[in-house]
Nanobody, 124 residues
Framework: QVQLVESGGGLVQAGGSLRLSCAAS????????MGWFRQTPGKEREFVAA????????YYVDSVKGRFTISRDNAKNTVYLQMNSLKPEDAAVYLC?????????????????WGQGTQVTVSS
C-alpha cells in the first residue's frame, strides 16, 4: 500500500522560510517522479514543483522559481520542498504526489498517488 506523508507546514511571516518533507512507503520510490502541488479553497490543485527519479531534472511553476527548491533523498524515500521568501499568496495546503515513468506532467490528474497535505500559512 502506497503512502505519502507530508510534514513541515506551519505559520510563517512573509519573507520567511519553511521546508516541507514527504515520506513515501510501499512503492519503488527511486523510480517515481515526485511532485508538489498546492490547493486553496474553491480552486483546483496547482502544480508547484516536480523532480525526476534521478534528481537531476527539476521543474517549477514560474511563480516560485528562484524561491523554492525541490530535492529528493532516494535512500530515505523522501522528497523535500524548501520554500524561501514566502509570500501571502503562497499560503495553501501543500500536497505531495507521485507517478511512475519519466514524464513530468504538471496536471494533477496524471499523478497516481497523493498525500493528505500540510497547511502552509503566510502572514503579511
Amino acid at each position: 500500500q502506497v503512502q505519502l506523508v507530508e510534514s513541515g507546514g506551519g505559520l510563517v511571516q512573509a519573507g520567511g522560510s519553511l521546508r516541507l518533507s514527504c515520506a513515501a512507503s510501499g512503492m519503488p520510490f527511486s523510480t517515481y517522479v515526485m511532485g508538489w502541488f498546492r490547493q486553496t479553497p474553491g480552486k483546483e490543485r496547482e502544480f508547484v514543483a516536480a523532480i525526476r527519479w534521478s534528481g537531476g531534472s527539476t521543474y517549477y511553476v514560474d511563480s516560485v522559481k528562484g524561491r523554492f527548491t525541490i530535492s529528493r533523498d532516494n535512500a530515505k524515500n523522501t522528497v523535500y520542498l524548501q520554500m524561501n521568501s514566502l509570500k501571502p499568496e503562497d499560503a495553501a495546503v501543500y500536497l505531495c504526489a507521485a507517478r511512475g515513468g519519466t514524464l513530468v506532467p504538471t496536471t494533477a490528474r496524471t499523478y497516481n498517488y497523493w498525500g493528505q497535505g500540510t497547511q502552509v500559512t503566510v502572514s503579511s
